[in-house]
């Protein structure tokens, strides 16, 4: 089977980005299928391709993958106004691609919503099976956090969402909460499969030099947050813990944020304002870069805003990286992997919004390194069991090619 991947943000592991569709992909061409990815180019990403554009477009093939990405520039940075055309760019050029290439069956991976569009269009024109990935809910998540507030706008986004959830012969959700949203749009729990992001142990536990970052001593206690800071990352709670415990004379405890994003500068500025030295802003690292961070590490920080769509409707990278190393984790919100952290004892779940809370927390991981390992361990334990990439891929390459 010749399957087409519509992912505007696909990256290698060369990247320092989620790699989930890498990792479908490279397991789909293990069992005997051929993956033609369709993808954008993406800040922090990387696709492998390094010849020239010619129209906007160059090929290549990576890793077995064959790889057509557009010259669309893209970055968490960029306006919401940028944001929106580079994703109807993506998927004007890869409407063309869906009508005009030789392939079986066509999947389409959120975000963003826009990524459906040549897939369903195939659907009907061509009589192409679709399979919808979702990563998040929308219109729901950009409502929720303001982000998005024009009614004529959500009213398109909510109409979107209809359409391609019933468009699709399957769909694939990431969490618990988006499976149930996309039932209640009248899709069959039949035609609905859960199939989280997953722990790529192989590379966290691939024997990395661990390293830390400038400032932080042997014996600090080092609690790492990796991946976007934006709006729905939260990341002030960060520095308002990290407030507290300056207050509290715990000069031993340092927080690093590794990433990028549209907030970082503002966030740096804060710190510097407020002098809270104790946080540290790193740029961000590829995957073989991060084990090594996440070797050097004590805690994994899995922070998010105080969005309730959040709780059940988000499948967070990082919390998966972290557990994969053998990484307790520091949660500061509700939900599905609130309670699973609660339920398997592999780190510290703390209320939204409580500064003092979080603090505490962190001091009980600095005073009691011997817990904190045993946490580590059963964050190890709890990866194997539920979370290891590969199980989870042939789950994925089950549902998405037989709907099994």
């Not at 077995?64 to 557009?70: A, G, L, P, W, Y």
């Amino acid at each position: 089977m010749h399957v087409l991947y519509f992912h505007q943000h696909f990256s290698t592991p060369r990247g320092a980005v989620g790699i989930r569709s890498y990792e479908m992909a490279r397991r789909l061409i293990m069992r005997g299928h051929r993956v033609t990815m369709v993808c954008g180019s993406y800040g922090g990403g990387h696709t492998g391709l390094i010849g020239p554009f010619r129209d906007g477009v160059r090929r290549g093939t990576i890793d077995d993958i064959n790889v057509i990405e557009f010259d669309l520039s893209y970055s968490n940075r960029d306006g919401l106004l940028r944001r929106s055309a580079t994703f109807l760019k993506y998927a004007w050029g890869s409407l063309r691609i869906a009508l005009t290439e030789r392939y079986d069956l066509a999947f389409a991976t959120t975000t963003p919503l826009t990524a459906g569009i040549p897939a369903i269009v195939a659907r009907w024109l061509r009589r192409k099976p679709f399979v919808f990935e979702v990563r998040d809910l929308w219109p729901e998540l950009p409502r929720a956090m303001g982000v998005v507030t024009n009614p004529v706008v959500l009213g398109a986004m909510s109409v979107l969402e209809w359409i391609s959830y019933r468009s699709a012969d399957r769909c694939v959700a990431l969490a618990p909460g988006i499976a149930r949203g996309i039932a209640l749009r009248g899709v069959p729990e039949a035609k609905i499969a859960t199939i989280p992001n997953g722990c790529d142990i192989d590379i966290f536990r691939s024997g990395a030099a661990p390293w830390r970052p400038e400032g932080v001593g042997e014996n600090d206690l080092l609690a790492i947050f990796t991946g976007t800071h934006g709006m729905a990352n939260g990341l002030d709670a960060v520095l308002d813990a990290a407030r507290v415990l300056l207050d509290r004379g715990r000069e031993d405890i340092k927080l690093a944020l590794v990433g990028d994003g549209k907030l970082k500068c503002a966030l740096d500025e804060r710190a510097r304002r407020e002098g809270l030295w104790n946080v540290i802003f790193h740029p961000p690292v590829d995957k073989q870069r991060l084990a090594g961070l996440m070797a050097g590490a004590d805690l994994g920080m899995q922070v998010l805003a105080n969005v309730p769509a959040f709780y059940y409707g988000t499948s967070p990278n990082k919390f998966f990286d972290y557990i994969a190393a053998g990484l307790p984790v520091l949660n500061n919100y509700p939900g599905w992997l609130a309670e699973m952290i609660d339920r398997e004892g592999c780190g510290f779940v703390v209320a939204p919004g409580d500064a003092a809370a979080f603090a505490d927390a962190l001091e009980r991981a600095a005073d009691d390194r011997a817990g904190l390992k045993s946490m580590g361990s059963r964050a190890e334990i709890l990866a194997e069991r539920d979370f290891q990439r590969q199980k989870l891929a042939d789950r994925w390459v089950s549902w998405v090619t037989d709907g099994q």
